[in-house]
């Protein structure tokens, strides 16, 4: 059997604002890493549908795979980006899922060295879960921080 392309799953269907142009880039750098599936759309107003936006999403993310599948964020609802952070965790949590690959939006740089949309991919980067390795990753960094707040 095939294996199917990896999925990016999209937080948040991209707005763009009446009399505005469109934004500086479109979603085609997010196709070279896999098929891309937007969690929240137009329409779905996490805002004012927060309990059925979140069972949306936990239905959006059924074929996910941690070994394959990537996230990002390309503008939007930003609530649609922490509900769907509440998501994973849930599911990170309940599988045992140690890392998730988050797809990070860099831009190119003009021939000044200045930082320009022209050229603009996404990098991925493997983020640690809490629960899993982001403890250790925490203590290995920033050292075993007292819960309490005693010194």
Known sequence: MPQRRPIVFLAAQPTVARGRPAPHTGLDPLYEH????VL???GDAPSFNAERCMRLIESRLEP??????M???AGGDQLALFMTALVLADICRDE???SVTWLRYERG??????????????VPVEVPVCGGSADAY????VGDVPRDGAA
Do not use: C, M, S
């Open 96 to 98: 045992g899922i140690t």
């Open 109 to 122: 740089l003009d021939d000044r060295g200045n930082r320009t949309h022209k050229g603009a991919k996404y």
């Open 138 to 141: 925490l203590i290995e960094t």
């Open 71 to 73: 996230f990002a964020f």
């Open 34 to 37: 896999g098929d891309v599936v």
């Open 64 to 69: 996910f795979d941690p070994e394959r599948d």
């Open 40 to 42: 929240i759309q137009p």
